[in-house]
């Protein structure tokens, strides 16, 4: 009987040491529901006292509505590693994987354009109707902390449009993590608006001209439509002797001049010319009318 008691205390004391000796061991869950944006070691295990301070070590971004996330054993060791921790200082337990999926909300679509046409009448003064079509509910995260939900111009109004643009942001925890685009069409007051204001402005005819444009453009030159007609019967659209605008051109270079033509050209239809009176004299081709091309380097 003796004997016995000192081995039964030896036992004892090496399982004490060997308690003392294991590192904390984090429990991992076979399935988790996250809220928030990001994935948390607390919320995928259940965690010692040990290791509190790392409960909300960040894991992997929480998965989109509608979809999940696997999250295996070997990246939450990996994730513990990078925190500091030394592979002999915790164990691992529990499942292998862990199946997570986002905690989210449905917004109902009529609930979305009440909010946006709030927003509108407010900002505007007037009725407006929503002019989308097949908006559908929306599934959104729940945020960790706070969830929010806020309006804005996708693009302020302006008195010549009929329609306004209006951004739905979705805010998780401050941060901006989804946002949609609803449409929608002033009413009446607002359109007669418009048309009163676009009505100072030039009428446009079924051609596309405002009338009076023909009266506002400048007037050619006999001249000028003289040889702009020439050029298009094959006629000269450059004289000898007259200055014309020369264009020289070298790779990416281009160098605009003026210069004295020593003979008719065409359009297309290559020509002598001067530079100035004592330099050589240099072809050119005719690109218009008084104007001419050279193209360094290359035969024009």
């Given at each position: 009987?003796?004997?016995?008691?000192?081995?039964l205390?030896?036992?004892?004391?090496?399982?004490?040491?060997?308690?003392?000796?294991?590192?904390?061991?984090?429990?991992?869950?076979?399935?988790?529901?996250?809220?928030?944006?990001?994935?948390?070691?607390?919320?995928?295990?259940?965690?010692?006292?040990?290791?509190a301070?790392?409960r909300?070590?960040?894991?992997?971004?929480?998965?989109?509505?509608?979809?999940l996330?696997?999250?295996?054993?070997?990246?939450?060791?990996?994730?513990?590693?990078?925190?500091?921790?030394?592979?002999?200082?915790?164990a691992?337990?529990?499942?292998?994987?862990?199946?997570?999926?986002?905690?989210?909300?449905?917004?109902?679509?009529?609930?979305?354009?009440?909010?946006?046409?709030?927003?509108?009448?407010?900002?505007?003064?007037?009725?407006?109707?929503?002019?989308?079509?097949?908006?559908?509910?929306w599934?959104?995260?729940?945020?960790?902390?706070?969830?929010?939900?806020?309006?804005?111009?996708?693009?302020?109004?302006?008195?010549?449009?009929?329609?306004?643009?209006?951004?739905?942001?979705?805010?998780?925890?401050?941060?901006?993590?989804?946002?949609?685009?609803?449409?929608?069409?002033?009413?009446?007051?607002?359109?007669?608006?418009?048309?009163?204001?676009q009505?100072?402005?030039?009428?446009?005819?079924?051609?596309?001209?405002?009338?009076?444009?023909?009266?506002?453009?400048p007037?050619?030159?006999?001249?000028?439509?003289?040889?702009?007609?020439?050029?298009?019967?094959?006629?000269?659209?450059?004289?000898?002797?007259?200055?014309?605008?020369?264009?020289?051109?070298?790779?990416?270079?281009v160098?605009?001049a003026?210069?004295?033509?020593?003979?008719?050209?065409?359009?297309?239809?290559?020509?002598?010319?001067?530079?100035?009176?004592?330099?050589?004299?240099?072809?050119?081709?005719?690109?218009?009318?008084?104007?001419?091309?050279?193209?360094?380097?290359?035969?024009?």
């Open positions: 009987m003796n004997l016995r008691i000192p081995c205390l030896g036992l004892l004391l090496a399982e004490l040491a060997h308690a003392e000796a294991a590192p904390p061991s984090v429990v991992l869950d076979r399935q988790a529901r996250v809220a928030g944006r990001d994935v948390l070691l607390m919320d995928v295990a259940r965690v010692p006292r040990a290791l301070a790392l909300g070590l960040r894991l992997a971004p929480t998965p989109r509505p509608g979809t996330r696997v999250i295996e054993r070997a990246a939450v060791a990996a994730a513990l590693r990078r925190a500091g921790l030394p592979p002999d200082g915790f691992l337990e529990g499942a292998k994987r862990v199946l997570v999926r986002p905690r989210t909300t449905r917004l109902a679509e009529s609930s979305l354009v009440a909010t946006a046409q709030r927003f509108v009448r407010r900002e505007l003064g007037r009725d407006v109707e929503f002019a989308g079509d097949g908006l559908g509910p599934e959104v995260l729940v945020g960790r902390k706070t969830s929010a939900l806020e309006v804005r111009w996708e693009t302020p109004p302006t008195p010549v449009s009929d329609t306004v643009r209006v951004e739905l942001l979705l805010r998780i925890d401050g941060v901006i993590a989804a946002r949609r685009i609803l449409r929608f069409r002033l009413g009446e007051s607002l359109a007669e608006a418009n048309g009163q204001a009505g100072s402005t030039a009428r446009a005819t079924p051609s596309g001209r405002a009338k009076g444009a023909d009266a506002a453009a007037k050619q030159s006999r001249s000028e439509s003289d040889a702009r007609a020439a050029g298009s019967q094959g006629g000269a659209l450059v004289r000898e002797g007259e200055l014309v605008r020369i264009t020289l051109r070298k790779g990416p270079l160098v605009v003026r210069g004295r033509a020593l003979e008719d050209g065409a359009l297309g239809q290559a020509i002598t010319l001067r530079l100035s009176e004592d330099s050589p004299a240099k072809l050119a081709r005719v690109t218009g009318p008084g104007a001419v091309d050279i193209v360094l380097g290359r035969a024009p």
